[in-house]
């Protein structure tokens, strides 16, 4: 194993860890604000707030994380990609500074607000699917090379049934994730409601998240062939990805082993997004830029493993006792005390 | 000499600032007496 | 081609970037701090009061941590979205504080959501002061790193250039370069002195509208106290900028200061105005550069003449200096005659005009905060990486630069306007005096 490679494999774990906790992130904002709008907020609104208040900060930090790793360990990587998603990053950060600042705003200024949860709502769902479009843009085809700067074609990138059919995945996915793991979560706190309507909502929002999973690698085949031959060469990853949705599916549809059911559909994710990213190798941006030649200098990447290692040893207790106080702790899960500064 | 100020002695001044103001922040019976 | 634009928009968004979220991260580096200390007193001598005034104090902070982190974000993804040239060099030599930086956050942020919601779930209120720990180290750390970064842009090494291909690097060295300290220090410091003039001016802005309560005097006792011993602190540290200045980025401090021939036993220009490139109504203190520069009365100062004319900062930088450093004399002055006031039981400092003045204290602080971050990065123009990029060779290509800006511009104003408007409400809702007489009834009925 080299640098290369244990510097991809940490970056996508953060943003893999990111999808998943900003997932719930951002459909519990969706759902509070859909709850408000059809006037179901008195199921809802609880146990959403209970879980995202004292995380919000932590699930932004990962998003921080990947994109000042990504710098560090491929610094080409600010060049391509810096110089062609000034727009749709910028509109991503955009929604992210909405999303967070109106998500405090709402729950340290003014509680129930309707229009600050609106807005939070709203802009959590369309981010992911603002971000998804540098998952698109790594596919090529989008990027020219005009007098040695790479210009991103907007047209094309419009046009193409891939973009959409990825912005419509992230879409789902963010909320079939997140009422999977609301599903969970409530039924922890022994809230059977707020646990009966999650699990529809997870129900909905599984069958377009498969459906357009599939529809992009057989769009991948028209659009990005060498990639989607590689996929073929992952078919195992993706097996067991598609066989642990099924699992997911029938505990919700059961009614049983929420816990269970959240930890298969983790595992689903885990082997589709490590699997896809197994077959994008060595491109970061196709065909421009691999791995390799974007790679940072050896004594940089040694020191930034070893702060990595440092940092972990720092971080993972503090987040065991993060979890430990809020998420895995009875009396606060369901509501018994409350110390909120 | 030089080196001395702009290398370390920055940090002495911020470390030592830190402790003197944790020094004087209990003293407050001027403020208090008047309850 | 006409890359002029894209250069000139990305600098404007950068600076309207850093200006606005300079103002959230002055707050969050320095209240965690201010907060530590409220709690601390308040567990010491046991006076409800000063806890009180740590939580209300952590609870308005974490809406500007909210705007904080947001903005920070942003200023993070437009480092590389609007120099991208630069970042691709900066990655490859710098990028370990900035990794670091990443942490210190993370680490601020998980306690900062234990601190937060873990408020009375101690016996031991000792045990909640310590959650506050951390946030404060990795609030400060996260200023201490992103500063080594800027450090590394004024005093770049740790790497040779040959044939344009980038060798030798070594980042320990690059962070600590000679503009570290000094600029690290500075940064922190200011942040609490800022933090702590901004607490003062709402404490004086409360007594003013008419609440007497003493818990508003101590608050405003505290935090004069903590901001005078912030702006001596400030003051030495400037000082020793100077010092490091004129060793290494003399065209800076030459610049800053007017002078413009080499000599020795140099005068510093203070106020003044420029016309037709001669110096006008301006103050000399004799020997007074000489002095800031090498502590020597008769030491020699490079001037101006020293340096090709298409690398010589921008001039105005004088009068962004001039705002800086009275900004923070007289705020000096004020916290000290304040704080010697109330000692002798002098009625003037109490009277309302003073206290006026203090309220003023706040927005000049952060007024003299954005003065001096003007003055770091115009300073060090034409250079994005001093002697090795310059800024226009830095910027991106693209040619939507502008089209950003104005939906930058309108997303600060809407975040500027929503956080005044919810912290402002948040506290008129429920005053400190209401608080205290509900938490007396609660502990009312657990005490008798």
Redesign the interface.
């Known amino acids: 194993m080299n640098l290369e490679i244990i510097g991809i494999t940490v970056l996508w774990s953060f943003l893999f860890g990111y999808i998943v906790i900003g997932a719930i992130d951002f459909g519990a904002g969706f759902f509070n604000a859909y709850s408000l709008l059809t006037g179901k907020e008195r199921i809802l609104t609880k146990v959403i707030q209970r879980y995202l208040s004292p995380v919000w900060e932590v699930t932004n930090v990962f998003l921080v994380f990947f994109f000042v790793g990504i710098i560090g360990f491929f610094p080409k990587t600010a060049f391509y990609y810096g110089t062609t998603l000034l727009v749709p990053v910028s509109i991503g950060v955009i929604l992210f500074a909405i999303r967070g600042s109106y998500y405090a705003f709402e729950t340290y200024g003014s509680r129930g607000h309707k229009g600050y949860s609106f807005m939070y709502g709203l802009a959590g769902l369309l981010l992911p699917a603002s971000l998804s479009i540098v998952l698109t843009i790594s596919e090529g085809g989008f990027i020219e090379m005009v007098d040695g700067h790479p210009v991103l074609d907007y047209w094309v990138l419009f046009t193409s049934p891939l973009t959409w059919s990825i912005v419509v995945l992230s879409i789902s996915a963010t909320l079939y994730i997140s009422a999977v793991f609301l599903t969970w979560y409530a039924n922890k706190a022994g809230d059977v409601s707020a646990t009966d309507l999650l699990r529809k909502y997870g129900l909905i929002w599984s069958l377009p998240t498969i459906i357009t999973a599939g529809g992009i690698i057989f769009e991948l085949r028209r659009h990005n062939f060498e990639h989607y031959s590689n996929i073929q060469t992952f078919w195992l990853l993706f097996l067991i990805s598609f066989l642990m949705f099924i699992g997911t599916v029938w505990l919700l549809w059961k009614r049983r082993n929420y816990g269970w059911a959240f930890g298969l559909l983790a595992g689903q994710f885990a082997f589709a997004f490590f699997g896809y990213g197994a077959s994008h190798y060595p491109y970061l941006l196709y065909p421009h830029l691999t791995l390799y030649d974007s790679f940072t200098n050896p004594a940089m990447a040694i020191s930034l493993i070893i702060v990595f290692i440092l940092g972990l040893c720092l971080l993972i207790p503090s987040l065991v006792l993060l979890l430990r106080l809020f998420l895995f702790n009875k009396d606060y899960v369901r509501g018994k005390d409350n110390f909120h500064v | 000499m030089t080196d001395f100020i702009i290398f370390y002695a920055p940090f002495i001044i911020l470390i030592a600032a830190i402790v003197v103001a944790f020094l004087v922040a209990p003293m407050d019976g001027s403020v208090n007496k008047d309850e | 081609?006409g890359n002029e634009e894209a250069v000139f928009y990305s600098r404007v968004l950068t600076e309207l970037t850093l200006s606005f979220h300079i103002i959230y991260a002055t707050i969050g580096v320095g209240v965690p701090?201010m907060i530590m200390?409220?709690q601390?007193?308040g567990i010491?001598?046991n006076d409800e009061h000063y806890i009180l005034l740590a939580?209300r104090w952590?609870?308005g902070f974490?809406?500007t941590?909210?705007?904080g982190?947001?903005?920070?974000?942003?200023i993070?993804?437009?480092l590389?979205?609007?120099?991208?040239?630069f970042?691709?060099?900066?990655?490859?030599?710098i990028?370990?504080p900035?990794?670091?930086?990443?942490?210190a956050?993370?680490?601020e942020?998980?306690?900062?959501?234990?601190?937060?919601?873990?408020?009375?779930?101690f016996e031991n209120q000792k045990k909640h002061l310590l959650l506050l720990v951390?946030v404060a180290i990795g609030a400060s750390f996260s200023a201490v790193f992103i500063t080594m970064v800027n450090a590394f842009m004024n005093a770049p090494q740790g790497f040779d250039i040959v044939n344009g291909e980038?060798v030798n690097?070594?980042?320990?060295i690059a962070m600590f370069n000679?503009a570290m300290?000094?600029k690290?220090?500075?940064v922190?410091?200011t942040a609490?002195m800022t933090a702590a003039f901004v607490l003062a001016a709402i404490a004086a802005f409360r007594l003013l509208k008419g609440s007497n309560h003493?818990y508003h005097?101590?608050a405003?006792?505290?935090t004069m106290?903590?901001g005078f011993?912030?702006s001596?602190?400030t003051a030495?540290?400037g000082d020793?900028s100077g010092?490091?200045l004129a060793?290494?980025q003399p065209e800076k401090l030459a610049a800053a200061e007017w002078h413009f021939e080499t000599q020795e036993n140099a005068p510093l220009v203070l106020l003044g105005v420029l016309s037709d490139g001669e110096v006008k109504y301006a103050l000399e203190i004799p020997f007074g550069l000489s002095m800031l520069a090498?502590?020597n009365p008769k030491a020699e100062v490079i001037g101006l003449d020293q340096f090709p004319a298409d690398e010589i900062p921008p001039l105005y930088i004088h009068y962004l200096f001039n705002i800086m450093v009275f900004i923070g004399m007289w705020m000096a002055i004020l916290s000290a005659l304040y704080w010697f006031g109330?000692?002798r039981?002098w009625k003037r400092v109490s009277s309302r005009w003073f206290r006026w003045l203090i309220v003023l204290g706040g927005p000049l602080s952060i007024i003299a905060i954005e003065a001096g971050w003007w003055l770091a990065e115009v300073g060090r123009q034409p250079w994005i990486l001093r002697h090795i990029m310059r800024v226009e060779d830095a910027a991106?290509?693209?040619g939507?630069?502008d089209?950003?800006l104005m939906?930058?511009a309108l997303?600060y104003l809407?975040?500027g306007i929503?956080?005044i408007v919810?912290?402002s409400?948040?506290f008129r809702k429920n005053p400190v005096e209401q608080e205290l007489e509900d938490r007396h009834m609660e502990k009312g009925g657990d005490l008798h």
């Open positions: 081609m701090l200390i409220a601390w007193v010491r001598k939580r952590a609870r974490v809406i941590v909210a705007v982190v947001v903005t920070g974000t942003a993070g993804l437009q590389s979205l609007l120099w991208p040239n970042m691709e060099l900066a990655g490859n030599v990028a370990l900035l990794f670091m930086e990443t942490f956050f993370f680490f942020a998980i306690f900062l959501g234990i601190y937060l919601y873990t408020w009375d779930r951390p980038l690097i070594n980042p320990i000679p300290p000094t690290v220090a500075h922190v410091i609490y003493i005097k101590k405003l006792y505290l106290k903590l011993v912030f001596i602190a030495l540290i020793f010092k490091y060793e290494y090498h502590n109330i000692n039981g991106t290509t693209s939507q630069v089209l950003m939906l930058f997303l809407i975040l929503g956080s919810v912290l409400r948040m």
